[in-house]
């Protein structure tokens, strides 16, 4: 599929080559339409060869890199350089890539793989800046599952190359006990008692509204509970009210202006769905050097 090389890296950084495969047929097979770059087949010849750079316009945290040599390779250009490593902040103008092969397969592959690279590269800038903003405590900020479908190992690997954690990846890797459920169940130990019985193994994180409802479930072996929309007193009320039993995220109403008041409550993550669902592109572009 890849090289083995670029397989080794793909897995290496917790990736699937396979979905990575796919996200990258679906885009090419978009961009073309089921016919060809007229435009590129008009003003280049078959046999042209050219040396081109990916470059960011603006500084940020650089992430994609490896889904944007896959886009190179799956165009059936193999000499390219990768000049930064993922995660790495890049000032304005920093070359990324260095690619040399066939010109129209370059520009086939152009805006594919700078849609991967500023999309990614977006949510990595956007999570360091969070990051950055509570780094004096020891709360993490945290993702949630509000990713653009079919994208959501690659935005939640741009989150930990912000430096951010990740929340679970899907709907089976840990139960989330929410309001819906706590009322379908009967209550909020009934639904964790369900839940534990048919996912032993499982971590288990129920949501709470109010301080009445975490003293609720403070006897329950909870792995973690979502403080929902509460301010920053009551999350400080919460903390102390579980002493460590168990750990606390605070999510909803949160915002770069009131992040650090969030955090030196003492909670152990903030639930961040802006970092997936509101960051903005990084500008990124690919200059060409001259032909060869």
């Known amino acids: 599929m890849f090289s083995p090389q670029l397989s080794k890296k793909i ?23 089921g016919g060809s770059d007229v435009t590129s087949n008009a003003t280049v010849t ?105 994208y959501r190992e690659l935005e939640k690997f ?13 709907l089976s890797d840990a139960a989330l006990i929410k309001d819906n459920h706590v009322q379908a169940a009967g209550g ?23 301080i009445a409802q975490l003293n609720e479930i403070l006897n329950l072996n909870v792995d973690l509970a979502m403080l929902d929309n509460m301010s920053p007193d009551q999350c400080r009320a919460a903390v102390a009210l579980v002493a460590g039993k168990f750990k606390l995220e605070a999510s909803g109403g949160i915002t770069l202006e009131n992040a650090k008041s969030y955090a030196a409550t003492g909670v152990d993550y903030l639930a961040i769905g802006a970092l997936t669902h509101s960051a903005t592109n990084l500008d990124i572009g690919l200059d060409f050097l001259g032909d060869n």
């Not at 990575?20 to 339409?33: G, N, Q, T």
């Not at 741009?158 to 899907?170: D, E, K, P, Y």
């Open 11 to 33: 897995a290496d950084y917790g990736l699937t080559e396979a979905s990575i495969s796919d996200l990258i047929k679906l885009a090419l097979a978009e961009d073309l339409a």
């Open 46 to 150: 078959p046999e042209q060869i050219s040396t081109a750079e990916f470059r960011n316009r603006k500084p940020g945290v650089i992430s994609g890199l490896l889904v944007a040599v896959a886009v190179l390779e799956h165009c059936g250009i193999n000499d390219y350089e990768l000049l930064i490593s993922e995660g790495d902040l890049a000032p304005a103008n920093s070359a990324l890539i260095r690619v040399k092969g066939n010109t129209r397969a370059i520009l086939l592959s152009e805006r594919t793989a700078l849609n991967f690279l500023g999309k990614l590269s977006g949510i990595s800038t956007l999570t360091k800046v969070w990051v950055s903003e509570v780094s004096e405590f020891k709360t993490k900020i945290r993702d949630t599952r509000k990713t653009t479908p079919g």
């Open 158 to 170: 741009a989150v930990r190359m912000g430096g951010g954690t990740n929340h679970r990846m899907s």
């Open 188 to 210: 909020a130990a009934s639904a964790f008692n369900q839940v534990l019985t048919k996912n032993p193994t499982l971590p288990i994180e129920i949501e709470v509204d109010t």
